[in-house]
């Protein structure tokens, strides 16, 4: 009974030894170095949020995955830069529109004249 525990144990030591080192070797498979605490890696522009802006974003790592007060800010971010440029397409298609129409009623006037 007494060399099975010993046989345990000096496996369960062997186990937490390779572990060890495979930990300090291969690292715990973060691919961004550790944030001194408090820090955050998210940024984006005040405003213009280009493609790139969003590629490079990066989020703090907590135990359960991203710290979601960064994630749902930079989401609140990308939602208004959206609705902004869709507000700006809405305007612009409306003035093409009102072009288009005076240039078809100008070519009308030129062809009865």
Do not use: C, H
């Not at 495979?22 to 280009?50: I, K, M, S, Y």
């Not at 609140?76 to 078809?104: C, F, M």
């Amino acid at each position: 009974m007494a060399s099975a525990l010993i046989y345990l144990f000096v496996v369960l030591v062997v186990a937490a030894v390779i572990y060890l080192l495979a930990a300090l070797v291969f690292g715990r498979g973060e691919q961004l170095e550790a944030l001194p605490p408090g820090a955050t890696p998210t940024r984006l522009p005040a405003v213009d949020v280009e493609g790139a802006d969003v590629r490079s974003l990066r989020f703090q790592q907590v135990v359960r995955g991203y710290k979601a007060a960064e994630v749902d800010w930079a989401l609140e971010r990308l939602a208004n830069e959206v609705d902004d440029l869709r507000g700006q397409v809405a305007v612009l298609q409306r003035q093409l529109d009102i072009a288009g129409e005076q240039l078809q009623r100008a070519r009308a006037v030129d062809r009865e004249e």
